[in-house]
């Protein structure tokens, strides 16, 4: 894959410190809410997940589940841990996690995002496709640039390129889109023999990242003057 695809773990709570103390005090409260308890659980396995802790991911998923067994980030959170355990069976297994989440909450946004991710990895790009559209559209998802950039991802590889440069540009042209997504852009305008719009580009993304290597060798490709570094 020419783009890494973003899968979106991130939940309210920002450190795993902080969910490990707030579930201690709901631990210890017994009429704490449960879908509370069930969204605190869901946080804490995916720091766990981003830590490579999976065992300790999957014990916060199945408590997250035994509490609330209608809380549909917990199904997604369990799809994507077991997406990165990566092993055939639990592959196969993904995909159960990630349709009931979307079927007990089809406005979850993050879950189209990363059932696409999966879905791209096994193959099923047209309903990745879907998926990212989904996502991608929803203004005030949070992710939302991450799944434009998955998105565009997705029609490069099947060889959509006309389609992976509108979606590049509309990342870009939101302000917060990665420097690859510029890279990316920048290869498909050269590939198009657009060499004017690959300039255009490469500009706006020296002004956002200064002179990255990656944006330095593209420089040269595309025989541009050298500009003051940031």
């Known amino acids: 894959m ?81 997406q990165s355990e990566g092993s055939e069976a639990n592959l196969a297994r993904a995909d159960g996690y990630f349709c009931q989440a979307l079927k007990l909450d089809n406005n979850l946004m993050r879950a189209h995002n990363n059932y696409a991710v999966y879905l791209m990895q096994v193959g099923h790009y047209d309903q990745a496709i879907h998926h990212f559209k989904i996502a991608s559209t929803n203004l005030g998802y949070e992710g939302r640039v991450q799944s434009l950039e998955n998105l565009a991802a997705a029609y490069q590889r099947i060889g959509r390129h006309d389609d992976a440069i509108g979606a590049y540009q509309r990342a870009i042209d939101s302000g917060s889109a990665t420097e690859r997504s510029y890279v990316q852009l920048i290869d498909l305008h050269v590939m198009q023999s657009n060499m004017n719009d690959a300039r255009n580009i490469y500009q706006r993304a020296v002004a956002a990242f200064g002179r990255s290597s990656a944006l330095s060798y593209k420089g040269t490709q595309l025989q541009m003057p050298d500009l003051p570094k940031n």
């Not at 509370?36 to 999976?54: D, F, N, S, V």
């Open 2 to 82: 020419v783009f890494r695809l973003k899968v979106y773990r991130t939940m309210a709570i920002a450190s795993i410190a902080l969910v490990m103390t707030a579930c201690q005090g709901v631990d210890r409260n017994i009429h704490q809410n449960k879908t509370e308890l069930a969204k605190i659980r869901t946080a804490m396995a995916g720091q766990y997940i981003a830590a490579g802790r999976l065992d300790d991911a999957k014990r916060q998923l199945d408590m997250a589940l035994t509490v609330d067994a209608g809380f549909a980030p917990a199904y997604d959170m369990m799809g994507v841990l077991l």
